[in-house]
């Protein structure tokens, strides 16, 4: 109880931390909310969307799950992504990866999760696709880093293949949807040249960077 408590202790400092650098943040926080991304990211706690990128609150919408998975058929992502860019009227739609991810690496190993593993399954799938090409990988790190690349990928694929993303393309709304992986170890979030604002460019862009995905990283935040 007491580790329960320190949380509105910390709350109370946070809040009122905030008010006395930012006099009318809460005020203009409360009245509107117009954020500029949809973040679609793992549910890993080492992964927290705001503070990686330095955007405060209100200037990212966030859905988060176990393997930062995009399943058309999924509702509670479905709604997100539809009041997103329908409502929201947000422009740039981000699937965010991260290395050592534990529900990839679950996925890899055929290790059981539980209730997860109906899940992974949609993993599991990425990984039955790209076997041949995980299998020339030296190590088993290798091959789980890969494949929370390739995860990404695949994600943005299923992302643009949902309907509201098609209708808002339709219409000529500006989307763009990007894949990008965060490193735990170095804190720096990568492009994986994945960046797709038609539906003519989603199949040349995810072949080409999974092309490219054997060559040596671009710098943070570059493009391929």
């Not at 330095?54 to 009041?83: K, M, S, T, W």
Request: a negative charge; proline letters at 4%; hydrophobic letters at 40%.
């Amino acid at each position: 109880m007491e580790r329960f408590a320190r949380l509105f202790s910390q709350n109370r400092h946070w809040a009122s931390t905030t008010q006395k650098q930012h006099p009318e943040f809460f005020n203009e926080l409360s009245a509107q909310q117009h954020p500029d991304f949809l973040w679609i990211g793992c549910s890993d706690s080492r992964v927290p969307a705001n503070q990686i990128v330095e955007l405060a609150p209100g200037e990212v919408f966030v859905h988060r799950n176990i393997a930062n998975v995009v399943d058309p058929a999924d509702l509670n992502c479905g709604a997100v992504v539809q009041y997103a860019i329908d409502h929201l009227k947000v422009e740039h739609v981000l699937v965010v990866g991260h290395y050592g991810c534990g529900g990839v690496q679950a996925a890899l190993c055929e290790t059981s999760l539980g209730l997860a593993d109906q899940w992974l399954e949609r993993v599991d799938r990425v990984k039955q696709q790209h076997r041949e090409c995980l299998k020339v990988l030296r190590d088993q790190k290798s091959q789980h880093d890969r494949l929370c690349e390739l995860n990404v990928i695949e994600q943005v694929r299923n992302l643009c293949s949902m309907q509201v993303v098609l209708d808002a393309w339709a219409r000529d709304q500006v989307v763009m949807v990007h894949g990008c992986i965060y490193g735990l170890e170095d804190g720096l979030i990568r492009d994986l040249g994945v960046s797709c604002k038609s539906s003519e460019e989603v199949e040349p862009h995810c072949a080409a960077a999974i092309a490219h995905l054997g060559e040596p990283h671009p710098s943070p935040g570059s493009s391929k």
